[in-house]
């Protein structure tokens, strides 16, 4: 269903990054001494809070980060940061360093930095997509429309064009053109690129109007003033983030998983490269994947193990799925059925998870398949197969994410609306669930060890959790079916349930089903007191 739901992908650089939580700050605490701290502050606010201070030692590839706390000091435990001179950088919107001298780290004591930061001379070079979109005057429908730029670089290089309306429309087709896995690097045109419909170039010259007024084709300099969004604070500074480079500048890792083994392996949305991270050493090794279908866009997006520990991938405009065999190092493809059609044949999603239960698996693209891989038997999967009477029309299910349970049985989550779709593997019948948030867009998930599929609400802005084995039609009260053991698995304060769902009048009874759960994933201090007291009240399970 890659068609109806438009694939925007969050602009990956080429690094990968990994977010350690406040226990191993605390753990890191208890060594001898931080390697090197200091105070961070400026002429204007004084010590400063939530600044980002990365160091990165001479002729490493790794870049760690800390921020700064509520008195201003910044801190890299001694576990971080080994012996060597460092080169510092900070992030703090709206400012720069003004001393950007190395520091010298040793083994025997800490050393001491203060750092100085200045009011930025660009600040236009600083802000996020986020702040740029709050930034510019029109209307949310108006900006609805850069969901659609965001996925292969920053709104800041459309802030910064001069083109106007007219000029803008033949661009507009232009990016329209390009693949996913592209990006001002290195463009891939799409095999299957057509001109748009009627309909489609309306809406075109409609943004590009809009696009007009928001660039510098009428003015030397934005009008609108630049808004930025507040640093991180309290606990949101508590975070140490270590960051390694990728050895090829044009590498866009998409998905990456840990192995049993603790090693880090990655796709390329644009390369036909699998990566494996060591990252104890930092140590990075890419194996080619054979392309299967030349002058075809490059690259991969889904990456999933089987019970072997075997790598596998959704292989996009190459058309298919690629298993890589971690005992030989070689790779086994196969190709889908459309394989010769252009963008039909885009293969995103493939899940092995239980191929060691029926040697099938689940492939998701611009059409869903189970794939026999002894067979090579593909077999498409049929949304309106056994679809009950009063639940969506079939043309209206398609997934995005394909997540299979531990009977391989098929979940997908239908992106283009409210559905979380089961398929039964031995029936192949379609059952669609509707996720709590009305047209929610349920992205991907992922299935527990205990058959719970834990899903992004995208529109929702929510998490959700969908319990498979209740059984059909079973109705539950929305909260009852969140226990203490998500409490155990994901640590206090850091989950809570939101029963407001339950009580919002006027919900479709289909919503009141209860088998799905949203969970608010917002740190505790940043409710309201109202908020605290719904969450805590009759509805909210967890704090019975
Ligand atoms: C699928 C990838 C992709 C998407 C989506 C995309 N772009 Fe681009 N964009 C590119 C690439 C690649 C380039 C550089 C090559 C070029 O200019 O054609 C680029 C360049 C640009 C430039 C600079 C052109 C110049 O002459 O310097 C502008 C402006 C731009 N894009 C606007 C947009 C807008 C507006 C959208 C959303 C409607 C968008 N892009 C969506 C890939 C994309």
């Not at 600040?123 to 292969?152: H, I, R, Y």
């Not at 599929?453 to 009260?477: C, P, Q, S």
Request: net charge positive; aromatic share 8%; with cysteine.
């Amino acid at each position: 269903m890659l068609k109806k739901a438009l694939l925007s992908i969050a602009m990956v650089t080429a690094a990968i990054t990994l977010l350690f939580a406040a226990s191993e700050v605390i753990e890191a605490a208890s060594s001898p001494a931080a390697a090197l701290t200091g105070q961070v502050s400026s002429q204007e606010e004084g010590r400063m809070e939530g600044v980002l201070v990365s160091a990165k030692r001479e002729d490493s590839t790794v870049t760690t980060t800390v921020v700064s706390d509520a008195q201003g000091r910044y801190s890299f435990p001694s576990s971080k940061l080994e012996p060597g001179r460092y080169s510092l950088r900070i992030r703090a919107v709206g400012y720069e360093l003004e001393n950007s001298q190395p520091a010298e780290v040793t083994a025997e004591k800490t050393t001491e930095l203060d750092l100085k930061l200045r009011k930025a001379q660009d600040l236009a070079a600083q802000l996020s997509n986020g702040e740029w979109l709050l930034s510019m005057p029109g209307t949310d429908e108006q900006k609805q429309g850069f969901l659609g730029c965001v996925g292969c670089h920053t709104v800041e290089r459309i802030a910064r064009s001069r083109y106007s309306a007219e000029e803008f429309v033949p661009l507009l087709k232009r990016m329209r053109n390009y693949a996913q896995g592209s990006t001002p690097l290195r463009p891939q045109v799409r095999p299957g690129a057509r001109e748009p419909s009627q309909n489609q170039l309306q809406q075109m010259t409609k943004f590009a109007q809009y696009l007009s007024t928001i660039n510098l084709s009428k003015v030397a300099k934005w009008e609108y003033p630049l808004k930025t969004l507040p640093r991180p604070k309290g606990n949101g500074t508590q975070v140490i983030i270590t960051e390694y480079d990728l050895p090829r500048p044009v590498a866009m890792p998409h998905d990456a998983a840990i192995d049993a083994g603790g090693m880090i392996w990655y796709s390329d949305f644009g390369s036909q490269y699998l990566g494996k991270l060591d990252p104890k050493t930092a140590k990075v090794e890419e194996y080619a994947v054979p392309v299967a279908k030349p002058g075809a866009p490059v690259g991969a997006l889904d990456l999933r193990f089987d019970p072997e520990g075997n790598v596998w991938l959704g292989m996009m405009y190459q058309g298919s799925i690629a298993k890589f065999d971690r005992k030989t190092e070689k790779f086994q493809t196969w190709s889908a059925p459309k394989f010769m059609e252009n963008d039909e044949a885009r293969l995103a999603m493939v899940d092995p998870a239980h191929i060691n239960l029926d040697g099938k698996v689940w492939i998701g693209g611009d059409d869903e398949f189970r794939l026999d891989v002894k067979s090579g038997e593909w077999y498409r999967i049929d949304y309106s197969r056994g679809l009950p009477k009063n639940g969506p029309p079939a043309d209206r299910l398609g997934s995005y994410g394909v997540i299979s349970d531990s009977k391989n049985n098929f979940y997908g989550t239908n992106f283009g609306g409210q559905y979380i779709i089961r398929i039964d593997a031995k029936t192949l019948n379609v059952t669609p669930f509707p996720t709590p948030t009305p047209n929610s867009a349920p992205r991907r998930g992922h299935m527990d060890p205990q058959d719970r599929l834990w899903f992004a609400e995208y529109r929702g802005n929510m998490i959700g959790m969908f319990d498979t084995k209740i059984r059909a039609h079973a109705r539950v009260g929305g909260s009852h079916r969140v226990d203490e053991s998500l409490r155990r698995d994901f640590g206090q304060g850091w989950l809570r349930l939101d029963g407001r769902h339950e009580q919002r009048p006027g919900r479709a009874p289909e919503h009141q089903d209860g088998r799905v759960h949203r969970i608010l994933t917002a740190a505790d201090d940043q409710y309201s007191p109202r908020q605290h007291r719904q969450l805590s009240g009759p509805a909210g399970a967890l704090d019975r």
